[in-house]
């Protein structure tokens, strides 16, 4: 410790020994260094602070009523492309900085240089910062303000053109499936009517073949059960007696009860039925067949009852044949028995036609029935794209209403474009006391390297160190130099260190003070002291935060 404290010692007396070097080389250096600084342009730097407000109250109003679009990731991509090459070339016009480009070599530089100098940042949640550095004060806050101003109406604008453009690509589409649809209802008309078999009921040719068949074996096993039926009553008629005979003691017969006008009852009865029979039938039919039939048997059995004596009353024993009112009964449900298979054998005929034609069309209908698919499945799938695009241009104008009429997104300048009265850059405090710390390690570095270079030693222990030899005595010398001498070399010494610190000084103040020309006055009464201590405060805050 004791050998490196006196090493320090020895290398201080080397430099205090040539500190003329010291103070001449730092007043270089520093006199460089100084005049660099100052000639170093100053910049500053505009800023302006943004919110884009995306949470707007009509969203969840609106929400699956109008087209979703995520402002977020929207803002996020105008942030991202704000500085392409047409926003800048708007910039320039905005900012008349084109002015300054005579070629498009200068113009791309002039681009590349302000998109260089831009910086956006984001500070939270949708809220970005836009700074921007220039020589010129003004031009910055230009720049500034016309890039605010672009990234706020291309916002806008882009929503809007967006909308617009999908309602005009969605009309279009709405216009072309309308032509489609109409085109494909014509089709469909043209092969009904080609086809009026395929499409007349509903489900496919052989669903409707096997119905039929159903149908047809229905209707047989009707016809049985009805042809049974009927044998069954036309053999009970075949047993039961058509008129009765009647043995009876003397009687005495009013008109009132005579068989004659029981006959004439019946026979009343029968024309009645056949005349309205005739009313809803033909002569052919059955029915009308059988009611005639009944009728003339009625007629015939009047004739051969013959006609009854005058008197309207008579005595004694009569015999005589009268009509059977069961077989009468019986012979009606035959009627009706006949009528109902008749009428079951027109229907086997007409379901038999009926089938042999779906067999037919079975035959031929598998490429029929493949188109009437086809075309119903188009035409299902182009309506289906119709309605859903009417839907979506719905949407759509009412996306564009909403956007014209409200703000979806709302922009909030937190801080519009602002330059400070000093220059973000350079830092010229610092940059001059830097540069006074480097010429005073400089001069001291200078004086150094010129005692190592010199042929002397400063001690009898740095000639042993040097030669490696003991070393038996030393001789000291006196200079000729008187004391006051030295004092007054020193005192110079002082003063040069002293003027290159007030020099120091000065340009501190001259920096920080608001009218650095009063320090260049010879008039006292111009200098304003108020102004002086304002700027050595203000010298020495800078310093302290810079440190």
């Known amino acids: 410790m004791e050998n490196i404290a006196l090493k320090a010692l020895h290398i201080g007396l080397m430099i205090w020994g040539r500190r003329w070097y010291v103070l001449f080389a730092s007043l270089g250096i520093c006199v460089l260094g100084w005049t660099a600084v100052f000639m170093i342009p100053s910049q500053y730097q505009a800023s302006t602070r943004i919110y884009v407000d995306t949470d707007s109250l009509l969203a969840p109003l609106l929400r699956g009523m109008t087209a979703d679009v995520n402002m977020v990731q929207q ?19 905005m900012t008349d900085l084109d002015l300054r480009a005579n070629t498009s070599s200068d113009k791309d530089d002039l681009i590349a240089s302000v998109g260089g100098r831009v910086a956006i940042r984001s500070g939270g949640r949708n809220l970005f910062t836009v700074n921007f550095i220039d020589p010129d004060p003004e031009v910055a806050k230009k720049v500034v303000q016309a890039l605010l101003t672009i990234f706020i109406e291309s916002n806008l604008g882009a929503s809007r053109q967006d909308i617009q453009k999908a309602r005009r690509f969605i009309d279009d589409q709405v216009a072309e499936y309308e032509k489609q649809l109409k085109a494909m209802e014509a089709r469909m ?26 149908r047809m074996i229905q209707i047989e096993g009707e016809i049985e059960d009805a042809v049974a039926k009927r044998d069954s009553i036309a053999k009970e008629m075949k047993n039961t007696p058509q008129y009765l005979q009647v043995d009876g003691v003397p009687v005495v017969v009013d008109r009132n009860g005579d068989p004659a006008a029981v006959l004439d009852k019946d026979i009343n009865e029968a024309r009645q039925r056949l005349t309205l029979l005739r009313f809803k039938f033909t002569d052919q039919h059955p029915d009308v067949t059988e009611a005639r039939r009944y009728l003339d048997e009625l007629m015939e059995q009047k004739s051969a009852q013959g006609t009854a004596p ?15 009112p069961l077989y009468d009964q019986i012979r009606l449900k035959l009627i009706d028995a006949e009528s109902q298979v008749q009428t079951l054998e027109r229907r086997r005929s007409s379901q038999r036609t009926e089938l042999a034609r779906l067999e037919d069309l079975a035959r031929t209908s598998p490429e029929i029935e493949a188109q009437a698919l086809g075309l119903d499945r188009d035409y299902n799938v182009i309506k289906k794209n119709y309605e859903e695009l009417l839907a979506r241009r719905e949407s759509a104008r009412l996306s564009q209403d909403v956007d014209a009429k409200a703000d979806k997104v709302q922009f909030r300048v937190i801080d519009p474009p602002f330059v400070p009265a000093e220059a ?10 830097g540069v006074l710390l480097a010429g005073l390690a400089g001069g001291i570095v200078v004086a150094f ?30 200079g000729s130099a008187s004391p006051p001498h030295q004092v007054r070399e020193v005192m110079s010494f002082s003063g040069a260190m002293v003027g290159l610190l007030m020099l120091y000084g000065l340009l501190m103040i001259a920096i920080v003070m608001p009218n650095p020309r ?29 440190f």
């Open 518 to 546: 009063s320090l260049l006055s010879l008039n006292a009464r111009n200098i304003r002291f108020d102004d002086l201590a304002n700027g050595v405060q203000r010298a020495f805050d800078l310093l302290r935060s810079a």
């Open 75 to 93: 803002v996020d991509m105008m942030q991202r492309t704000l500085l392409s090459r047409p926003n800048l070339e708007n910039v320039l016009r």
């Open 449 to 478: 390297v010129h005692a190592q270079m010199a042929d002397a030693f400063s001690s009898a222990q740095q000639l042993c160190d040097a030669l490696r030899l003991n070393v038996i005595g030393s001789v000291s010398w006196v």
């Open 189 to 214: 008309a043209e092969f009904k009517r080609e086809h009026p078999g395929m499409l007349a009921q509903a489900g496919t040719v052989a669903t409707r073949l096997e119905a039929a068949r159903g």
């Open 424 to 433: 973000n850059f350079p830092n010229r405090p610092l940059l001059l006391t």
């Open 310 to 324: 005058a008197s309207s009353r008579r005595s004694g024993a009569v015999a005589q044949r009268v009509a059977n």
